[in-house]
């Protein structure tokens, strides 16, 4: 069975302290793996996908890497603004069942960061 | 871009009554999916269609939930009759799938209470 745990489950940081997220995942063929950001009252929002081990991808103060066990979400410098729930989803590989696949996800990690 | 949109917002209803979700696709996407949300058990995915055919409902709780997409355009999630442990947050997500890269885009979410 896919299976998603995040790591921590809440954390809180000082402004301009930077730290990383760890989402570690086993699944029967990575497909590609997520990450979304929630704020509260709202529905996630997609940040990134990454399809390999080894592969980076960046936006602003966010830097999301992949290994073939785990993920991290690097925050660098963050901004009050950061504050919200990262949320990490995996997809497995197509099935014989052609169609749109699901995503697993792991129960998030609950970021603050004070001014 | 309208991006996906979900009515109600918000929805109080006593047990026992039927209660009906909404959700309308961002246009042009061919996947369609409906995700429970709570603090218990986070983000769980209860049903997806692929052109409008539902492909897995293995997510689906009991009898009582039934989803249906009459086109492309409109899908509505029902609960007859809701019980107070059905109070959730319920999002709705499309994507576009290909077999390529398939980002699920997600809704506001309707915010569900059970009386």
């Known amino acids: 069975e896919d299976q998603v745990t995040q790591s921590p489950e809440a954390l809180r940081l000082q402004e301009g302290e930077s730290s990383s997220l760890n989402c570690s995942y086993t699944?029967?063929?990575?497909?590609?793996l997520f990450w979304y950001r929630q704020d509260p009252g709202k529905g996630p929002e997609f940040l990134f996908t990454l399809y390999s081990a080894g592969e980076e991808k960046e936006k602003e103060r966010l830097k999301a890497t992949l290994t073939k066990k785990e993920s991290f979400l690097h925050i660098t410098a963050p901004k009050p603004e950061d504050s919200a729930t990262y949320l990490c989803a995996v997809q497995a590989a197509l099935t014989l069942i052609q169609g749109a696949q699901k995503l697993v996800f792991g129960q998030g990690t609950r970021l603050t960061i004070n001014p | 871009d309208a991006g996906v949109i979900q009515s109600p917002r918000h929805e109080v209803t006593e047990m026992g009554q039927e209660v009906t979700l909404r959700c309308k696709p961002i246009?042009?996407?061919?996947?369609l999916f409906w995700y429970r949300q709570t603090m218990m058990r986070g983000l769980e995915l209860l049903i997806y269609?692929?052109?409008?055919?539902?492909?897995?409902d293995s997510g689906m709780p009991e009898d009582r939930f039934s989803a249906k997409m009459p086109n492309a355009s409109f899908s509505t999630l029902k609960i007859q009759p809701s019980e107070p442990r059905d109070s959730a947050v319920y999002f709705c997500?499309?994507?576009?799938?290909?077999?390529?890269?398939?980002?699920?885009?997600f809704g506001p979410g309707t915010r569900l209470l059970v009386l």
């Open positions: 269609f692929n052109n409008n055919v539902p492909i897995d």
């Open positions: 699944v029967s063929g990575l497909r590609g």
């Open positions: 246009s042009g996407h061919n996947s």
């Open positions: 997500a499309s994507s576009w799938s290909s077999g390529g890269e398939e980002t699920q885009y």
